[in-house]
């Protein structure tokens, strides 16, 4: 069986761009907390916060103060009480889309089959809006279903041709769909709108890295840095841009500044090996599998394939010496002790 080598954390799967906004459904929400925080549950915590507090004190709620506050929470990475604020904003406000809008998004990494449903009604209420084809496009993308998610973007951009956010999404899914040549000039117009957005910037890097230019990729993920220094999809991939001059030392620091130990040992063998160095690729493998952490399943099927293209490599015939950071040599950085 052939794998493919994977990464740990390494994100040259792109940075899908979420947006906010939206309406009321057919009970698309019916449910829709985990079992460990009931409906009942909520209901009680709200009442004891309104015996808590005299009536005279307590603060008026508007559909628009619940949205804030379920953003809040969102961002803090409670889904389970934002989901709780955007329901009482619609019940709040039931003829406004934007509670069932950030719903859909919400579901799209642990449920998008029913974004995709939120997401749809919510286009057949509003033909002329392209946010929740925006939203329907994320969704599509999230289940990997390229081709629906291109034909929703592509209609959400005759309706917004100036919205970054949907030109920068198609461009993901033209990527998504291998038409790198499509996507490149839509991420450039897209940052030329949102020039200080680092996912659009991350998601231009990855297309010229997939059009082979490593150093304008390193140039755009550095920019993206300076928005958000710490993200760690942008770092993974500049290591991969980095990686992809022969630049070792460099990318190392990279991984290491994104992910464990483990994860990136992994990362920097896999760009040995995408760089056709596969000894060095097998060394730094088995340097992650003696690292603290998850991932050894990834790590072995890495070795496999590595073990598979050396094989190859040797009914072909002696290839030229792939070029080498002699800093990062890791028969000198590391140690390898066997593996038991």
């Known amino acids: 069986m052939t794998y493919a080598p994977r990464t740990t954390g390494l994100a040259l799967g792109l940075s899908l761009l979420l947006g906010t906004g939206c309406k009321s459904l057919t009970n698309p929400w019916d449910d829709p907390s985990p079992a460990h925080d009931t409906r009942e549950r909520y209901e009680r915590i709200m009442e004891a916060q309104r015996q808590d507090q005299p009536d005279d004190a307590a603060p008026k709620k508007t559909a628009g103060s619940k949205l804030q506050e379920g953003d809040a929470q969102r961002d803090t990475g409670d889904r389970t009480s934002a989901v709780w604020s955007y329901i009482e904003a619609?019940?709040?406000?039931?003829?406004?889309?934007?509670?069932?809008l950030r719903i859909g998004y919400l579901h799209l990494r642990d449920d998008p089959d029913r974004s995709v449903a939120i997401f749809e009604e919510l286009a057949a209420e509003e033909p002329e809006s392209h946010r929740p084809l925006l939203g329907l496009g994320l969704a599509h993308l999230a289940r990997s279903h390229t081709a629906e998610a291109i034909t929703a973007l592509e209609a959400g951009r005759v309706l917004a041709p100036d919205s970054a956010a949907v030109l920068a999404t198609l461009g993901v899914a033209y990527q998504h769909a291998g038409r790198n040549d499509e996507a490149m000039p839509l991420l450039q117009e897209a940052i030329e709108i949102a020039p200080g957005d680092g996912r659009i910037l991350n998601n231009l890097g990855v297309s010229q890295l997939l059009s082979g230019n490593p150093q304008a990729a390193e140039k755009t993920f550095r920019s993206?840095?300076?928005?958000?220094?710490?993200?760690?999809?942008?770092?993974?991939?500049?290591?991969?841009?980095?990686?992809?001059?022969?630049?070792?030392?460099?990318a190392k620091r990279a991984f290491e500044n994104a992910n464990d130990k483990k994860s990136a040992s992994n990362n920097l063998g896999w760009v040995y090996y995408l760089n056709g160095d596969y000894d060095r690729a097998l060394r730094w493998y088995e340097?992650?599998?003696?690292?603290?952490?998850?991932?050894?399943?990834?790590?072995?099927?890495?070795?496999?394939?590595?073990?598979?293209?050396?094989?190859?490599?040797?009914?072909?015939?002696?290839?030229?010496?792939?070029?080498?950071?002699?800093?990062?040599?890791?028969?000198?950085?590391?140690?390898?002790?066997?593996?038991?």
């Open 224 to 250: 993206g840095l300076l928005v958000n220094p710490n993200d760690r999809v942008t770092l993974n991939n500049l290591g991969l841009a980095l990686g992809k001059q022969y630049r070792y030392s460099e």
């Open 90 to 100: 619609l019940r709040l406000d039931p003829d406004s889309n934007e509670p069932a």
């Open 287 to 340: 340097h992650a599998l003696l690292q603290p952490g998850d991932g050894q399943v990834t790590i072995l099927e890495n070795i496999e394939a590595t073990n598979q293209a050396l094989a190859q490599a040797a009914v072909a015939g002696p290839a030229a010496p792939a070029p080498m950071d002699s800093e990062n040599d890791p028969g000198r950085s590391i140690h390898h002790p066997p593996i038991e």
